[in-house]
């Protein structure tokens, strides 16, 4: 589904309005984006802990380009169990998780198990800035990017993750 959904982001992106992808830069803006910094050192459990839970994308990039407005409706869940599963408008995707905190940058391998990336690996750098969980995929190879940046025309997709509050019914 990560694939999918990227690779569909993609299409929707270069779609988009003038008016979505200035919102997009003003998102990804607001977020911090910097200059490369080096991974934060923690723990395969402290790395757990922090990314357990819902979470959706605020900002991104798309091969250099900001993500629309559209893709604010996905949702990425991650269990402690090290799986996922992702919501994209009804449209279900669901994998393990591996994470290598034993280089310069966190990494992650996504495993598809269920849904339209079934039997595929998806390889990303994760970090974590304030309260977000910030993922860069490179959708086209089988390597993990080596740095969080998105150039114009590339496969390379940076997304923002916003941990989800309670969307339960209210009390």
């Known amino acids: ?78 269990s402690a169990e090290k799986t996922y599963s992702v919501d994209f408008g009804g449209l279900l995707d669901k994998g393990t998780i591996a994470i290598d905190l034993s280089g310069e940058q966190m990494q992650m ?10 039997d595929k690996v998806i390889p990303a750098i994760f970090k974590f800035e304030k309260e977000f969980l910030v993922v860069c995929y490179d959708v086209a190879n089988e390597k993990s990017p080596t740095e969080f940046k998105s150039p114009d025309g590339s496969s390379i997709v940076i997304l923002y993750y916003e941990r989800v509050k309670d969307e339960g019914p209210s009390k």
């Open 1 to 78: 589904m990560f694939r999918f959904f990227l690779v569909l982001a993609f299409a929707l992106c270069l779609l988009s309005s003038p008016a979505a992808m200035a919102q997009g830069n003003a998102a990804a803006k607001e977020v911090g984006q910097k200059p490369q910094q080096p991974a934060e050192k923690m723990t395969e459990t402290e790395a757990w802990k922090k990314m357990v839970g819902s979470w959706r994308p605020t900002a991104g990039e798309l091969a250099g380009k900001p993500m629309p407005a559209q893709m604010k409706s996905i949702r990425l869940s991650i």
């Open 109 to 118: 391998k996504l495993t598809g198990t269920e849904g339209p990336n079934v």
